[in-house]
Structure formats: C-alpha cells, structure tokens
C-alpha cells in the first residue's frame, strides 16, 4: 500500500491509501477523487487522467514512454516536466508519499 495525496485544482486534499500494483488512477476512481475522469479506463487513449506530479516525486516515477508523451499532448494545459497520466504509474512502496495535482479541467 502507498499512501498518495490528490490535489484538486481548487487545493482541496484527499489522502488515501492505494494498493500495491494498481495504478494512480485506479486508486482515485476506487476512491471516488473528483477530477480525474478517466474516460478510457486506463487504456492510454483520452488523456483524461492527467495530473501534475509534485517537483519532489518526478524522478522516483518511471520515465514516461512514447505512447504517454503522446497522449500528454491533448491534455489540458500539459506541463513538459510536471505532467503524467495516472493510468500510466503503477504504485508501488516506492511511491508511498507520492502527491499530484489536478488540472483546472479534464478535456
């Protein structure tokens, strides 16, 4: 289990606890986090999942591949160091700790 903090744009917290081998996205549609839309369901294929990682967390997350980089481009507002879609990250112990922000709006 990791604990993982979702940030709404707004600043509101929600800190819940995230099974290992879920992904971040699972672990805010299982716990009902507003704001992450998830639309695909964690195919890689809307974007809708997009988050910015907190400075501190961006080099304990595995790089981002070609289809994520990809899919970051029709996200609202991508930031080119900050942004991940949360289908995308697999939690692990590692990322116990881990907090990300949602963006003003999903596309």
Excluded at 13 to 31: F, Q
Excluded at 49 to 69: G, N, S
Excluded at 72 to 96: E, G, H, M, N, Y
Aim: with cysteine.
């Amino acid at each position: 289990m990791a604990k993982i903090t979702y940030v709404e744009h707004s600043g509101k917290e929600h800190v819940v606890e995230v099974a290992t081998g879920l992904t971040v996205m699972e672990g805010a549609r299982d716990n009902g986090i507003p704001g992450i839309e998830a639309d695909c369901g964690g195919a890689c294929a809307c974007s809708t999942c997009h988050v910015y990682v907190d400075a501190a967390w961006i080099e304990k997350l595995p790089k981002k591949d070609h289809m994520e980089a990809d899919m970051l481009d029709f996200a609202w507002q991508p930031d080119p160091v900050r942004s991940r879609l949360t289908c995308q990250i697999k939690v692990t112990d590692v990322l116990d700790g881990l907090r990300v922000q949602m963006p003003e709006k999903q596309i």
